[in-house]
């Protein structure tokens, strides 16, 4: 954990290893929780799952359209965007992930691809008031079952 100039603590991150894969937790005082994992993925995959907005309708009146995985509460809180949507509805089929995702109501998960690296980033974003042991085991149980769909799916290198 880093301090502030007044010693109040500024960031809190926490490494679990599963699988061969880093999970890190990263919290601060004025900054959700984030869970960030890294992978080297046999394809350049990218999506980005979030929580809707008032926005979401704007666009979905002017035909834009998201990905549906066929469950209707998750379709209707969540937006979804990809290039690969199979890869994004194989993943939130599983059971699992997507009733984890909508009982925690993260804010988003996005995987990227960089660049540079040749990496990618899967990005959970929870909220600033994550403070039950419960939610937080969610949390983990959460990455575990996304690290388990990869690998089920054959896309780690």
Known sequence: ASTTVS????????????????????????MPLKVEVYFNLKKKYEFNIYLKDWTDK???????????IGNIEFDTKYGIQSKESELVIQLLNDNLISEEILRN????????????TKTHKLLTVKDRNTKEIKAMTEL??????????FIKQGLIL
């Open 7 to 30: 010693g109040d603590v500024a960031t809190l991150t926490l490494e679990i290893q599963y699988k061969n894969h880093n999970l890190i937790f990263k919290e601060t005082d004025t």
């Open 58 to 68: 704007i666009s979905s009146f002017f035909g834009i359209k998201f990905i549906k």
């Open 105 to 116: 109501e993260l804010y988003s998960l996005i995987l990227n691809y960089d660049q540079n």
């Open 140 to 149: 983990v149980d959460l990455e575990f079952h996304i690290v388990d769909s």
